[in-house]
């Protein structure tokens, strides 16, 4: 099967749309899909699991036909759209690839957010997402919450659920030593080291989480948070602000000599970090969902994980077994589970036994195996 991943952003350039592509190209090149990747002119050029055309300057109304001209070109039998509106620029075009790719096009859904479009479009912005999910063959959602609310909406042909999986995986540098790896952070071996994992943007809470380092720096708390890789990312423009107001927050709580910012780092050392943390700490505001793979890579890296009770109950984490989940948006109930884990050095095995089970679960395998009978179950 001949199939393009059609996706806003690609390695080198930083974001989790184009890493969960890399992955997922290079998990159904191991399944023998012939893949292409289509994608930003500001992508690497290059053939490796996967043939990676960097075509499109900007997701314009011409780089539709760009789309379609490559497609037929490459005689590729279904098109695979990776939806972020950030990654596409909130722009409107991309919302009628299905209409004008000349083949069948599956959109996978990363999130819901509501697209800019352009000034005063008003109810046009949400519209503009059903639209896309009505018009595609086929729709790949990753969280329970999206499924539940397309499937409010109506009116899609096929729709199904499919998990990301890790973009990174616990493979540290050679060598790796954990005791002496939080020592050249800086980090003391009688410190709580808490690690962040992601860009800083306000969905994710990072302003919740300096407020509650905050409150365990005024107690004397030996802790100190690692925010690990780019700050910014290279498709939201939103991001710049949001992390402006991180840093603001955090000279004003008099922080720096608590907090360690690693800026962008290659995945392996991505893994010596959060291997190195004694928990990870990712206080959603929209609570956790396996949509976001920060939590997968905690997961997977046998972390024990604080994070926010999930808008929409997720049976597989278990609150003191495999997590531990906070209300969202309180920085005291992140100060009590901090503490908690602080004192208790067990539970903290505990969680991160289960952290690493539940992790197994998303192999990425298992995700192209799922999503290329979907691709295949597309007419």
Known sequence: MRVGLVTGEYPPMQGGVGDFSR??????????????????????????????HPVIRR???????????????????????QYQAAAFGLGAPV??????????????????????????????????????????????????????????????????????????????????????WRAAL???????????????????????????????AERKARVKLILIGGRTGDSDAANAEFDAQIQKRIARYNLAERVIRTGYVAPGEVSAHLLACDAVVLPYRDGASFRRGSLLAALVHGCPVISTEPAIALPELRDGENIRLVPPGSAPA??????????????????????????????WDDIAARTLAFYRSVP
């Open 334 to 363: 992140l100060v009590l589970a901090v503490t908690e884990l602080f004192d208790a050095p067990q539970l903290r095995a505990r969680l991160g036994r289960g952290a690493r089970v539940l992790g197994a679960r998303f192999s």
């Open 186 to 216: 800086g980090v003391r071996s009688d410190e709580l080291l808490l690690g962040y994992f992601g860009f800083l943007n306000a969905s994710k809470g990072g302003d919740t989480l300096v407020s509650a380092l905050a409150i365990l």
């Open 59 to 81: 997701w314009d109304w011409p780089a539709l036909l760009r789309v379609r001209r490559l497609a037929r070109h490459l005689r590729l039998e279904l098109l695979n759209l």
């Open 23 to 52: 992955m997922l190209g290079a998990a159904l090149a191991k399944q023998g899909v012939e893949v292409h990747v289509i994608t930003s002119s500001r992508a690497a050029n290059g053939r490796g699991t996967a043939a990676v």
């Open 95 to 180: 919302h009628f690839l299905p209409r004008w790719a000349g083949c069948p096009t599956v959109a996978t859904f990363h999130d819901l957010r509501i697209p800019y479009l352009f000034p005063k479009a008003g109810r046009l912005r949400p519209a503009a997402v059903t639209f896309l999910a009505r018009s595609a063959a086929g729709v790949i959602v990753t969280d329970p919450a999206d499924e539940a609310e397309l499937r409010q909406r109506g009116g899609i042909h096929r729709l199904t659920q499919i998990p990301i999986g890790s973009n990174i995986t616990p493979a540290p540098p050679p060598g790796y030593q954990r005791a002496a």
